[in-house]
């Protein structure tokens, strides 16, 4: 069970990073051009706060205000694309988006909050 914490950490942490970094965005983009990515990493952030809502082993490695800051992230990025329709932009077009700068920006935030708490989280993981 262990590796499986762990390795949904790490999951989450990656999703969360992935956000920030316009290159490797572009870099994904690139790598599997029949993917949208900016909906992939929407879904893989459901997938998240999913999991928190419904997995007691997933939420349990979180205190209630991670949660809470995870889940309303989610929110944030549901909210600021919501106007936005089908006509969600892919890469590298998005990046020009004042709404996917503004949730570039807040997951910046969050990943600066939860990355020390998710590796504490697999270094004690991994110890046991």
Known sequence: M????????????????SFLSE????RYKKSVS???VPIELLEQLNDHSRMLKECSWFSDL???????K???????????IKDVGD???????????????????????LTKYLE????EKISSLDIN
């Open 70 to 80: 995870i889940v309303d992230f989610h929110n944030y990025c549901d909210e600021k």
């Open 34 to 36: 029949f993917v949208h």
């Open 87 to 109: 006509g969600l932009p892919d890469i590298p077009e998005i990046l020009k988006e004042d709404y996917w700068q503004a949730i570039i920006a807040k997951a910046y935030t």
């Open 23 to 26: 290159e490797e965005l572009k």
């Open 2 to 17: 262990n590796e499986r914490k762990i390795n949904s950490l790490r999951n989450l942490l990656r999703t969360l990073k």
């Open 62 to 68: 979180f205190r209630l205000a991670d949660k809470t």
């Open 116 to 119: 020390p708490i998710i590796l």
